[in-house]
């Protein structure tokens, strides 16, 4: 079966440092999504991306946040310069064409920010 | 804006008995989705059940099954004959017809007791 995958699943950064988070979508779709969890926490929407564009962004997604796809197979959300309350569990989702698609999740990366 | 409310943070059951979690949310439009998505200790969302707002029937799927009620604004989730795999958070999500993201309720912990 297919499914979203995301690397690494854990990563530690000062803060300061900028962070790449790697995400392998499904091949055949078409919007993508990343989620933010603080730990214990709700899910919150960050960004999705549909046709090499953002096409809707929370206010948490700030100027220090960007996300790309470089190649047509990766997903990638990038943290400029990370701040102690970036540390949460990031999950990318992906979902095919169609406005009832269901949204695929990959396990998540961990980032914490020291 | 639309805003998912789970009120329930906590809550346990037997085995074998029934359960259900509630759901709420606020939104002046009228197509939309609604969806339960469980995240247990892995981490990984995976989409439990899904009701499309134009339709009547209340959708089920195995022990699984809501109860929409689209006047009130309300979804909740109901689980039969609970199993010990079934200990998760579970998070309500909603997403509009023509809009891409998706929003989440705070989540509830089910913890199925032996």
């Known amino acids: 079966e297919p499914e979203v995958t995301q690397t690494p699943s854990h990563q530690v950064t000062q803060m300061g440092q900028e962070v790449i988070l790697r995400c392998v979508p499904i091949s055949n779709h078409l919007y993508f999504y990343w989620y933010r969890q603080i730990l214990g926490q709700k899910v919150e929407f960050l960004v999705s991306?549909?046709?090499?564009?953002?096409?809707?962004k929370s206010e948490i997604f700030d100027d220090q946040f960007s996300v790309e796809r470089p190649d047509g197979s990766n997903f990638t959300l990038k943290i400029r310069s990370t701040k102690l309350e970036d540390s949460a569990m990031y999950f990318c989702?992906?979902?095919?064409?169609?406005?009832?698609?269901?949204?695929?999740f990959g396990q998540g990366t961990r980032l914490t920010v020291v | 804006a639309q805003t998912v409310t789970q009120s329930q943070p906590e809550m346990s059951v037997q085995e074998a008995e029934t359960v259900t979690l509630s759901c709420t949310y606020d939104t002046s439009e009228n197509n939309y989705y609604l969806f339960w998505y469980k995240q247990p200790p892995s981490r990984q969302m995976i989409l439990v059940i899904r009701q499309e707002a134009y339709k009547q029937q209340n959708a089920t799927e195995n022990r699984f099954s809501v109860n929409f009620q689209k006047a009130a604004k309300s979804f909740s989730l109901k689980i039969s004959d609970s199993q010990l795999g079934d200990t998760a958070m579970y998070f309500c999500?909603?997403?509009?017809?023509?809009?891409?993201?998706?929003?989440f309720g705070a989540g509830t912990r089910l913890t199925v007791k032996p």
């Open positions: 989702a992906s979902r095919g064409q169609g406005a009832d698609t269901e949204a695929f």
């Open positions: 991306f549909y046709n090499n564009e953002i096409s809707e």
């Open positions: 999500a909603f997403k509009l017809y023509n809009n891409n993201d998706m929003r």
